[in-house]
């Protein structure tokens, strides 16, 4: 069961916690920090706790906890060793609905104690439902690293405007637009430098400056959604991801990653699939130019990495003619995806000391390549596209020379729960594809380093984990 999360207003208010240990004392820091005045019931107090009674920071009744000290109170957490008690202290409060916490007891709270990181104002608290508090603690490790320090400052500078970019701007959609500029730009970028007077004078003067109606400017995002699993997305994409207008997107995307877009962006699905290209790689160009110029930010998102067999350069050069600015943001390609998933170093000392990328689809449908350069014994070879020519890929790199027993992997939905690894050899290639009903999107690892699966597979999908496949929910 989901807890409903909430941010509690204890200014003032009358808090009792029960116990007067090292815990309670973290719990009444809490408290005091949220403004509570706090009254703590216990025999004894450890020296921290001692002193706050002293200076009177707390008020402190010296014995066991009795049923009264709940009257008049919004809030009680009971940090007792004693099981017995704290089971009490949890019954009484429920029956007077006082919020209840007991410390380490999810099954005697009405509530929980969040993992917080502070940047007051800004709060972001971490919940497991009480399941484990230590893996919220590391998740709040993480997110600590991740939240600049200074956020709590940007917040009290935006807030301090908040009121003239009200009056400036009278639409909820021009002020969204006015603050994520600000946000994302150099007013926090000084901010974070230190420099807050600059970085006020800086929001000041595009307060001024912004016309009355801010005349939106478009740009394009060419983003690399990596080869499936959405934890390889760069921090760059998942930012511009959250702020885009439209999302264009085709079919080598997985769904979990654009549910990760903002929930207002509009998704338009562009296609891609062999053969059945929904639209054709010009009118995407055209799409992309009309959207910029139409004021939106747009996230051209791409499987894998935009520059790798992705038409990124054919994209952004049109852009480029048509003077919208862009930027590219790298993704993880399916090569160096899918070969990782699957155990498979796509170099190793041993066995291969280069490795190449190739399509085994060209424009006329033909696999030509050049492949005496291919066929090279201590190199790996992965071919994207590949599933329509391993009968030509097969008989050409063994007659180049390749041993007919070279091991071949076939890697299916890389890094999704879906992924399917098949081993087999050149020679016996065509025919595995055929049994196995190998399906795109897959790539083909050619070379000994597939040996090495055996040994160093190690990721294991769940099965039915996510059974949805690729492309199988194109307009979402
Ligand atoms: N720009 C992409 C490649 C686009 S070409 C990238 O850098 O990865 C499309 C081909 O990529 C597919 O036919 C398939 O061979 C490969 N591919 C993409 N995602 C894949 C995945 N999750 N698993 C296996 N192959 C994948």
Same mark, same amino acid.
């Given at each position: 069961?989901?807890?409903?999360?909430v941010?509690?207003?204890?200014?003032?208010?009358?808090? @009792?916690?029960?116990?007067?240990?090292?815990?309670?004392?973290?719990?009444?820091?809490?408290?005091?920090?949220?403004?509570?005045?706090?009254?703590?019931?216990?025999?004894?107090?450890?020296?921290?706790?001692?002193?706050?009674?002293?200076?009177?920071?707390?008020?402190?009744?010296?014995?066991?906890?009795?049923?009264?000290?709940?009257?008049?109170?919004?809030?009680?957490?009971?940090?007792?060793?004693?099981?017995?008690?704290?089971?009490?202290?949890?019954?009484?409060?429920?029956?007077?609905?006082?919020?209840?916490?007991v410390?380490?007891?999810?099954?005697?709270?009405?509530f929980? &104690?969040?993992?917080?990181?502070?940047?007051?104002?800004? !709060?972001?608290?971490?919940?497991?439902?009480?399941?484990?508090?230590?893996?919220?603690?590391?998740?709040?490790?993480?997110?600590?690293?991740?939240?600049?320090?200074?956020?709590g400052?940007?917040?009290?500078?935006?807030?301090?405007?908040?009121?003239k970019?009200?009056?400036?701007?009278?639409?909820l /959609?021009?002020?969204?637009?006015?603050?994520?500029?600000?946000?994302?730009?150099?007013?926090?970028?000084?901010?974070?430098?230190?420099?807050?007077q600059?970085?006020?004078?800086?929001?000041?003067?595009?307060?001024?400056?912004?016309?009355?109606?801010?005349?939106?400017?478009?740009?394009?995002?060419? &983003?690399?959604?990596?080869?499936?699993?959405?934890?390889?997305?760069?921090?760059?994409?998942?930012?511009?991801?959250q702020?885009?207008?439209?999302?264009?997107?085709?079919?080598?995307?997985?769904?979990?990653?654009?549910?990760?877009?903002?929930?207002?962006?509009?998704?338009?699905?562009?296609?891609?699939e062999?053969?059945?290209?929904?639209?054709? !790689?010009?009118?995407?160009?055209?799409?992309?130019?009309?959207?910029?110029?139409?004021?939106?930010?747009?996230?051209?998102?791409?499987?894998?990495?935009?520059?790798?067999?992705?038409?990124?350069? /054919?994209?952004?050069?049109?852009?480029?003619?048509?003077? @919208?600015?862009?930027? &590219?943001?790298?993704?993880?390609?399916?090569?160096?995806?899918?070969?990782?998933?699957?155990?498979?170093?796509?170099?190793?000392?041993?066995?291969?000391?280069?490795?190449?990328? &190739?399509?085994?689809?060209?424009?006329?449908?033909?696999?030509?390549?050049?492949?005496?350069?291919?066929?090279?014994?201590?190199?790996?070879?992965?071919?994207?596209?590949?599933?329509?020519?391993v009968? @030509?890929?097969?008989?050409?790199?063994?007659?180049?020379?390749?041993?007919?027993?070279?091991?071949?992997?076939?890697?299916?939905?890389?890094?999704?729960?879906?992924?399917?690894?098949?081993?087999?050899?050149?020679?016996?290639?065509?025919?595995?594809?055929?049994?196995?009903?190998?399906?795109?999107?897959?790539?083909?690892? @050619?070379?000994?380093?597939?040996?090495?699966?055996?040994?160093?597979?190690?990721?294991?999908?769940?099965?039915?984990?996510?059974?949805?496949?690729?492309?199988?929910?194109?307009?979402?």
């Amino acid at each position: 069961m989901d807890l409903f999360p909430v941010f509690l207003d204890l200014e003032n208010r009358d808090c @009792v916690v029960v116990g007067g240990g090292k815990v309670a004392a973290r719990k009444v820091g809490l408290l005091r920090r949220a403004g509570a005045r706090v009254e703590v019931v216990a025999p004894e107090l450890c020296s921290e706790l001692a002193q706050l009674a002293a200076d009177s920071s707390i008020s402190h009744r010296a014995r066991a906890f009795q049923a009264d000290d709940l009257d008049n109170k919004v809030l009680v957490i009971a940090a007792t060793n004693h099981e017995a008690v704290n089971r009490s202290i949890s019954e009484l409060a429920r029956e007077r609905n006082i919020p209840v916490n007991v410390v380490d007891q999810p099954e005697l709270c009405s509530f929980i &104690v969040p993992s917080v990181i502070n940047r007051s104002p800004v !709060q972001v608290a971490v919940s497991t439902g009480g399941a484990s508090p230590v893996l919220a603690r590391l998740l709040r490790a993480r997110l600590e690293s991740y939240v600049p320090a200074a956020y709590g400052r940007l917040a009290m500078l935006v807030e301090s405007f908040r009121e003239k970019v009200k009056r400036r701007f009278t639409t909820l /959609e021009q002020r969204r637009q006015f603050w994520e500029n600000v946000l994302q730009g150099e007013v926090a970028e000084l901010l974070f430098a230190g420099r807050e007077q600059t970085a006020r004078e800086c929001l000041e003067n595009a307060l001024q400056q912004s016309e009355d109606v801010p005349h939106p400017i478009g740009e394009v995002y060419l &983003v690399g959604a990596g080869p499936g699993d959405p934890d390889l997305l760069t921090f760059r994409a998942l930012r511009l991801l959250q702020m885009a207008d439209v999302i264009v997107y085709d079919r080598l995307v997985a769904p979990p990653i654009l549910e990760l877009a903002r929930r207002e962006a509009e998704r338009i699905y562009v296609g891609k699939e062999r053969d059945k290209h929904t639209l054709s !790689q010009e009118n995407i160009n055209q799409l992309l130019v009309r959207l910029a110029k139409e004021g939106k930010r747009v996230v051209r998102l791409k499987g894998g990495d935009p520059f790798i067999f992705g038409r990124g350069g /054919e994209e952004i050069s049109t852009l480029m003619d048509n003077g @919208v600015s862009f930027q &590219v943001v790298p993704g993880i390609t399916a090569a160096s995806g899918c070969a990782t998933y699957s155990g498979i170093p796509l170099t190793h000392r041993d066995y291969a000391q280069s490795v190449v990328f &190739v399509t085994g689809h060209l424009q006329d449908g033909s696999v030509d390549l050049n492949w005496k350069a291919l066929a090279h014994p201590n190199q790996t070879i992965v071919f994207y596209m590949g599933l329509h020519g391993v009968g @030509v890929v097969s008989a050409q790199l063994i007659e180049h020379g390749l041993p007919a027993t070279t091991p071949v992997a076939l890697v299916q939905q890389g890094t999704t729960q879906n992924q399917r690894v098949i081993i087999t050899d050149l020679q016996a290639l065509e025919q595995t594809v055929a049994r196995e009903a190998v399906k795109p999107p897959t790539i083909i690892i @050619v070379g000994q380093v597939v040996q090495l699966h055996e040994k160093l597979d190690w990721f294991h999908p769940l099965p039915g984990a996510n059974p949805r496949p690729f492309g199988g929910t194109p307009h979402l």
